[in-house]
Structure formats: C-alpha cells, structure tokens
C-alpha cells in the first residue's frame, strides 16, 4: 500500500475492498461478512489442520509433511524467505496483525473446511491474504483466492 494502515482500520471493512475472488458477490446472501483478530499460533494451527487431514474428505499430507506445509504459509503470508530461521519466524509473527474473516458468499463451502486470513506486516503497508475451501480438493484452481 502507498501508506501505512491504521490498525483500527485493518478489519472486514478493509478486506471487502479488496480484489479477492472468494468475495465476490458478498451481500447477496443471508448474512454478512465478518473478521475478528486471532493469533499466529491459531492461523498456524488452521494451516497444520488443514494439510494433515485435507478437508472435509480426508486426503491429508501426514504429520512431517503436513507441518512443512503449515510453515511454508505462514512464511507465505508474512512474506519471509526460506531462509529466515524458525525461531526468528516466530519472532516476527507476533509483530504482524492477524485476522480470521468468513463471508457468505458463494465461493465459501461453509464448513470446517473454509479458512481465511488476512495479515498485516508490521509497517502496515503490506497486507497479505490466503483463504481456502475444500481443501482436499482444488479443481480448476477454486480452492484458493488470492
């Protein structure tokens, strides 16, 4: 972003003006979109979830694999190089804002396979977002919104 976002103003409000696919068409379903601030260990724990049983189907990547997996987002989302050690990732979680939003929109399956995020570097300038559906399963690339 050109300016730093105040962070009274990083909420669902701000996440809706963004160009994200799992989005659209919000509103014109029964109730409305909505985020609340979470923790890098909850995002963390959605992520290791999501990969070690896949989604609603199963198909999960396993325990070391899965774990892998779970790392490599939340780098992902942080915007950090491979090579930044793990104990210093960490570090800088705590640094950056995280939210946790849900939206009734079509693109959402609406069960415990839905997850989205939305993260603010500290600077507040970058905001970086990752939202999944079905995870187990991600034909034509509809399983994940950027």
Known sequence: MPSPLSTDDF??????????????????????????????????????????????NGQGQGGAYARLYAWDSLYALMGLPAAVPFLEAVRQATDHRWLRFMAFTDWFHHDTSDAAFAVLDPTHTRVAVLAATDTDVDRDGLGWSR
């Open 11 to 56: 909420g669902m409000s701000f996440i809706k003006e963004l160009p994200l696919r799992c989005l659209a068409g919000e509103g014109r379903r029964r109730g409305s979109a909505l985020a609340c601030a979470t923790t890098p260990d909850e995002v963390l724990n959605e992520l290791f979830s999501a990969s070690y049983s896949g989604g609603v």
